[in-house]
């Protein structure tokens, strides 16, 4: 989730500042210790099948995969390539996307796969969370030890949780930090109380040990453990998202607290397993959870409700992070254009019903469908080691073009390439056992990001353009012609065509051949998506008149494009400057509006002539976008014009050559 942090509190390192950086960054990382220890224990059949060795073994790839990709990777290295202060695998794109063309495909993939991992993540969290109530006696004797009960909970869970996302979360999100900083201490201690009297477990630290178990016989899953290590650090690609919430200063000095919390827990859950795994009791205990058995029975209860407070932040945080990124998309033609809901005055905070929907429809699918988090585990992990790998892409030409060495580059490529590689590897069985469900997904959410992309460039590489200058005569003719009625005083459209002087010819169409349309100003407005995230600029050409003006947008990819707003603004600028006239409205009840005129948008909308001659797989790209941008958020909405005046106007879109048809006279 988003939190309130002002430009300031975002330089500065403050105890604010890390309260609100423990709630909205760790939260995915931050609650992987309650699945990781799990699923290697079920990964080698059971408590009673590990050896001190596979303990060992495991914490210290545990360790080594924190450290190297966790800490080094993203925090020492992907933090630093932030773009304006803002983190994530699109913010990264739109400071190289000028280098090469083609980087737009690890993008994508990486974005569809990041989408897909959020939809499992607060499955499994919540799920595992709240099966810990099964080890309370209190609990059992009234509900039972059924998982019909545990999943009805988590349902319940999970619905409140996306229900309350359209009135915004600023004030129960102000609990988060100290949720979060109560939960790793919680962690810290119960780690530190199972590994006094073992200090012999912090030879795991040793990669010796790691290493040995990928090579022993006694690890039953081979190299394909590595799968359900990489659990402990899925949520290192929230946390590079997740920057431009916090600012770097305050990742720096609170990651080493989390970490240390972090490892603690682990090594005091191999401490705990160390001391029991040889008795018979514990041996019997189905899908074992060494996270809650390691607890003292009367703080059992308080785990639990720690466990779950964290797993409804991990999941918010993820939630939030999807809005964040979808709507990073669309500003970036790779995602059709949907509703966006500010619920708050919290910067940044948005909600977008339609994913809402959908991700609260496939987190309950989830739940149902794996029932257990055992389940869900066996195929958690999968999408996201894509995401690091395409991140890791991006990463090493961001390097090349801050004029890193390029063997410094390539070590960075191959090492942390390799790494992921190894991870998604043995993470491909998990396609089997579940897997199948986020990759799915995943590919739906690319399709679509293709499908747009594709028809964008289709687009802008055959779409026609005319000349402002070679029209500006015509326009003040119109303007001057007073047998047409006034349609307008601010006449406005809106044009994709960003070069100066150039707009769309369906816009002369409209003005001159539709129906002549007279207006005091003719304005048309081009909005450009900067790569910076903040950005709110204009530029103004205007041909050496005073009716005819063409004003282009800077906006930043994470800024709202509320272009009634910004163009009375506009208005009253050039009104001071003199670059137009005053517009005195005579029967204006409202002050502010009485020296600015009326406006008309006018929205040109596209349908696909059946006189264009297009490939078939183009003709099939653009026929797909046109048909999923009718579901989309209409552009009334999207451009802020719901209070306006605006007017819509069908034209064909007519793509490359025209068909040749002939017409045969006949006589009766």
Same mark, same amino acid.
């Given at each position: 989730?988003?939190?309130?942090?002002?430009?300031?509190?975002?330089?500065?390192?403050?105890?604010?500042?890390?309260?609100?950086?423990?709630?909205?960054?760790?939260?995915?990382?931050?609650?992987?210790?309650?699945?990781?220890?799990?699923?290697?224990?079920? &990964?080698?059949?059971?408590?009673?099948?590990?050896?001190?060795?596979?303990?060992?073994?495991?914490?210290?790839?545990?360790?080594?995969?924190?450290?190297?990709?966790?800490?080094?990777?993203?925090?020492?290295?992907?933090?630093?390539?932030?773009?304006?202060?803002?983190?994530?695998?699109?913010?990264?794109?739109?400071?190289?996307?000028?280098? +090469?063309?083609?980087?737009?495909?690890?993008?994508?993939?990486? &974005?569809?796969?990041?989408?897909?991992?959020?939809?499992?993540?607060?499955?499994?969290?919540?799920?595992?969370?709240?099966?810990?109530?099964?080890?309370?006696?209190?609990?059992?004797?009234?509900?039972?030890?059924?998982?019909?009960?545990?999943?009805?909970?988590?349902?319940?869970?999970?619905?409140?949780?996306?229900?309350?996302?359209?009135?915004?979360?600023?004030?129960?999100?102000?609990?988060?930090?100290?949720?979060?900083?109560?939960?790793?201490?919680?962690?810290?201690?119960?780690?530190?109380?199972?590994?006094?009297?073992?200090?012999?477990?912090?030879?795991?630290?040793?990669?010796?040990?790691?290493?040995?178990?990928?090579?022993?016989?006694?690890?039953?899953?081979?190299?394909?453990?590595?799968?359900?290590?990489?659990?402990?650090?899925?949520?290192?690609? +929230?946390?590079?998202?997740?920057?431009?919430?916090?600012?770097?200063?305050?990742?720096?000095?609170?990651?080493?607290?989390?970490?240390?919390?972090?490892?603690?827990?682990?090594?005091?859950?191999?401490?705990?397993?160390?001391?029991?795994?040889?008795?018979?009791?514990?041996?019997?205990?189905?899908?074992?959870?060494?996270?809650?058995?390691?607890?003292?029975?009367?703080?059992?209860?308080? &785990?639990?409700?720690? +466990?779950?407070?964290?797993?409804?932040?991990?999941?918010?945080?993820?939630?939030?992070?999807?809005?964040?990124?979808?709507?990073?998309?669309?500003?970036?033609?790779?995602?059709?254009?949907?509703?966006?809901?500010?619920?708050?005055?919290?910067?940044?905070?948005?909600?977008?019903?339609?994913?809402?929907?959908?991700?609260?429809?496939?987190?309950?699918?989830?739940?149902?469908?794996?029932?257990?988090?055992?389940?869900?585990?066996?195929?958690?992990?999968?999408?996201?080691?894509?995401?690091?790998?395409?991140?890791?892409?991006?990463?090493?030409?961001?390097?090349?073009?801050?004029?890193?060495?390029?063997?410094?580059?390539?070590?960075? #490529?191959?090492?942390?390439?390799?790494?992921?590689?190894?991870?998604?590897?043995?993470?491909?069985?998990?396609?089997?056992?579940?897997?199948?469900?986020?990759?799915?997904?995943?590919?739906?959410?690319?399709?679509?990001?293709?499908?747009?992309?594709?028809?964008?460039?289709?687009?802008?590489?055959?779409?026609?353009?005319?000349?402002?200058?070679?029209?500006?005569?015509?326009?003040?003719?119109?303007?001057?012609?007073?047998?047409?009625? #006034?349609? +307008?005083?601010?006449?406005?459209?809106?044009?994709?065509?960003? *070069?100066?002087?150039?707009?769309?010819?369906?816009?002369?169409?409209?003005?001159?051949?539709?129906?002549?349309?007279?207006?005091?100003?003719?304005?048309?407005?081009?909005?450009?998506?900067?790569?910076?995230?903040?950005?709110?600029?204009?530029?103004?050409?205007?041909?050496?008149?005073?009716?005819?003006?063409?004003?282009?947008?800077?906006?930043?990819?994470?800024?709202?494009?509320?272009?009634?707003?910004?163009?009375?603004?506009?208005?009253?600028?050039?009104?001071?400057?003199?670059?137009?006239?005053?517009?005195?409205?005579?029967?204006?009840?409202?002050?502010?509006?009485?020296?600015?005129?009326?406006?008309?948008?006018?929205?040109?909308?596209?349908?696909?002539?059946?006189?264009?001659?297009?490939?078939?797989?183009?003709?099939?790209?653009?026929?797909?976008?046109?048909?999923?941008?009718?579901?989309?958020?209409?552009?009334?909405?999207?451009?802020?014009?719901?209070?306006?005046?605006?007017?819509?106007?069908?034209?064909?879109?007519?793509?490359?050559?025209?068909?040749?048809?002939?017409?045969? *006279?006949?006589?009766?």
């Amino acid at each position: 989730m988003e939190s309130k942090v002002d430009s300031t509190q975002k330089k500065k390192l403050t105890i604010g500042g890390l309260f609100i950086t423990l709630g909205v960054v760790y939260g995915d990382i931050g609650t992987s210790p309650l699945y990781v220890m799990k699923a290697l224990i079920h &990964g080698n059949d059971g408590l009673a099948n590990i050896s001190d060795e596979f303990i060992y073994g495991s914490l210290s790839l545990v360790f080594w995969t924190l450290t190297l990709l966790t800490t080094i990777k993203y925090v020492s290295i992907a933090l630093r390539a932030d773009n304006h202060g803002e983190g994530g695998i699109f913010s990264l794109y739109t400071l190289i996307r000028k280098k +090469a063309k083609w980087l737009i495909v690890p993008a994508m993939i990486g &974005g569809a796969t990041l989408l897909a991992d959020g939809i499992l993540t607060p499955a499994v969290t919540v799920t595992t969370a709240v099966e810990g109530l099964r080890g309370i006696p209190s609990y059992i004797e009234h509900f039972g030890s059924s998982q019909n009960t545990v999943l009805l909970i988590t349902i319940i869970i999970i619905s409140f949780l996306f229900m309350i996302q359209r009135f915004g979360t600023e004030v129960i999100g102000r609990l988060f930090g100290p949720i979060m900083f109560l939960w790793f201490l919680m962690l810290a201690v119960l780690g530190v109380l199972n590994t006094l009297g073992n200090w012999d477990i912090l030879r795991s630290l040793s990669p010796y040990y790691g290493i040995k178990l990928l090579l022993s016989e006694e690890n039953k899953s081979g190299f394909l453990i590595l799968g359900s290590i990489f659990l402990a650090t899925t949520g290192a690609e +929230a946390l590079y998202s997740d920057l431009g919430h916090v600012g770097r200063k305050n990742i720096y000095a609170s990651w080493p607290f989390v970490k240390l919390s972090l490892l603690l827990n682990y090594f005091g859950q191999g401490a705990w397993l160390l001391s029991v795994k040889d008795k018979p009791s514990f041996q019997h205990i189905e899908e074992i959870n060494p996270f809650f058995e390691m607890m003292p029975a009367s703080f059992r209860i308080i &785990g639990v409700v720690f +466990a779950t407070l964290a797993a409804i932040i991990a999941s918010q945080a993820l939630i939030s992070g999807s809005y964040t990124l979808v709507s990073e998309a669309i500003k970036l033609n790779l995602w059709p254009r949907l509703q966006i809901i500010y619920p708050t005055n919290t910067k940044g905070q948005l909600y977008i019903p339609v994913i809402n929907s959908i991700l609260w429809a496939a987190c309950i699918g989830v739940v149902l469908y794996f029932r257990t988090s055992e389940h869900m585990e066996a195929a958690y992990g999968l999408a996201i080691t894509i995401t690091m790998l395409m991140t890791t892409i991006l990463l090493y030409n961001y390097l090349i073009y801050r004029n890193v060495s390029h063997f410094i580059s390539l070590i960075v #490529l191959f090492f942390f390439g390799g790494l992921e590689t190894m991870f998604f590897l043995s993470s491909a069985t998990k396609l089997f056992h579940g897997g199948f469900v986020t990759v799915l997904i995943a590919l739906i959410i690319l399709s679509i990001m293709v499908i747009w992309h594709k028809a964008y460039v289709i687009e802008h590489n055959v779409a026609k353009e005319a000349s402002l200058v070679d029209h500006v005569s015509r326009l003040e003719a119109v303007k001057a012609d007073y047998s047409i009625p #006034l349609y +307008a005083t601010n006449l406005v459209y809106l044009t994709s065509k960003s *070069r100066p002087g150039k707009v769309d010819s369906e816009v002369m169409y409209s003005i001159f051949d539709k129906q002549p349309k007279r207006a005091e100003v003719y304005w048309f407005i081009n909005v450009e998506v900067t790569d910076e995230p903040r950005t709110m600029e204009y530029v103004v050409e205007n041909f050496g008149t005073d009716s005819v003006i063409k004003v282009k947008l800077r906006l930043g990819f994470r800024m709202e494009q509320k272009i009634s707003t910004y163009m009375r603004q506009v208005v009253i600028d050039l009104m001071k400057s003199g670059d137009i006239n005053k517009q005195p409205q005579k029967w204006s009840i409202n002050e502010f509006n009485r020296n600015v005129g009326d406006f008309c948008f006018v929205i040109v909308r596209e349908e696909l002539s059946t006189d264009t001659e297009l490939s078939a797989l183009n003709r099939f790209i653009m026929q797909t976008k046109l048909s999923i941008k009718k579901l989309a958020v209409s552009p009334v909405k999207w451009f802020g014009l719901e209070y306006t005046d605006v007017k819509i106007e069908h034209v064909p879109l007519l793509l490359g050559k025209r068909k040749k048809t002939r017409l045969k *006279r006949v006589y009766s």
